[in-house]
């Protein structure tokens, strides 16, 4: 039976990092909220089981994904029980904890990255928090985004200089791309300062980005672009100069 | 062999929420932070596993366990490790997975927290971005507490109307209950308003401070009180008048 993920429609957003996981395993799966409602789909569906009083485990947000009987919410969650079953986590139990929390190390970087434009409040408009926004960003640009990533860059070091976890792809490699990608979408000018320090990183986004499934997932179009509405967005105040 | 807890020893901040779920479960463990730098432990044995070159799995920051040979960080993830080990987690893995998601929610909620005072940077001083946190401590009042509140008070209601999960105490149980006592440390006035609305989320609270081994924990030296380093912040001018 194929998995049902829900998520919003009309951006990447935190569901990307488990389309990217789905994606790569050539997995089955159904993208719930993009489908037709007269189909039982679209983001009706969505609401009714994050809203409905007969779910017993209702997730706070999306994403969650439905397996069966089963639903699982929080991306990293999500992660990791896909994780094991997609053949995208190492085997050992020691070594997926590892692998987990390098999600929630990108967990925690995604968040702060999604505040440069809501630092104030995720219910207000950007506009109505551009002035805290540009200092948010400033100091993210300036101590953040380099403290993450040199941290990644020096876990892929230690390990086989090529992947995070392990001597092969695992979901975390996948969500590092996407954390590059939008970074690169978001603040073009920064990264061109801030990337050649981690040539590591950037080297691994690049081999995902090539990897058979995922270049052709890159091309279709269920790669939903990069837009102002996502995580990542551009707004050219925010960049450095 | 005891667990060896790693976090800063002047502050509950994170690092608490493992705690609270050794102490209910009479785990022998050491805080290590919080030892002699003459036994070998203190802040410079902390920095040493977090900075050390041969460190395989270096942790991005505190608090994380050391069982043996195995070093775990993010909060989450540790109890997700410990949880299992210590009789604080459902037993199968979807009930797992599920515990494990409401931790991740108030590892969300708990960031948001820690956000009312330092919304631009957690490099910068509290002074530096008053002006800020008076913003979003007003819409985090307004808006999230409630919102997050509210999300854990139904998933009480769909369980046992006492539990998170299942019908015995687990580590989201003990994490609600620190949550809920910060908020009343950082924000009296504005709880007084919010808290009444949650009466289940309050009586699992008040049942978790009970427990005869969190209460003789509480009353201990072990227990650093809530102070103004922490995670949870007695700012008068960011509660409600």
Known sequence: MAYELYYWPSIQGR????????????????????GQGRSGQGVG?????MDGGDVAHPPFAPPFLKDGDLIIG??????????????????????????????????DF????HDTHHPIASGLYY?????????????FLRERAPKYLGYFERVIER???????????????????????GLRFAFPQ?????????????????????????????????????NQQGIFRRYKELDEA
């Open 127 to 139: 506009e109505d928090q551009q002035e805290e926004a540009k200092r948010y960003a400033t100091e």
């Open 159 to 181: 390990n086989d200089g090529k992947h995070l976890a392990g001597e092969t792809v695992t979901y975390p490699d996948l969500s590092l791309f996407q954390v590059i990608e």
């Open 110 to 113: 995604i968040k702060e990255i």
């Open 74 to 107: 929080q991306t990293a969650n999500i992660l990791l029980y896909l994780g094991a079953r997609l053949g995208l986590a190492p085997a050992d139990e020691a070594d997926r904890l590892w692998a987990h929390q390098l999600q929630l190390t990108v967990t």
């Open 15 to 34: 569901g990307e990092f488990v389309r990217l996981a789905l994606e790569e395993a050539g997995a089955e799966y159904i993208d719930v909220a993009r």
């Open 190 to 226: 920064a990264m061109e300062r801030i990337e050649p320090d981690y040539p590591k990183a950037a080297a691994l986004a690049a081999a995902v980005a090539k990897r058979p499934r995922i270049a052709a997932y890159l091309a279709s179009p269920r790669r939903i672009p990069f």
């Open 45 to 49: 569906a969505m609401l009714a089981l």
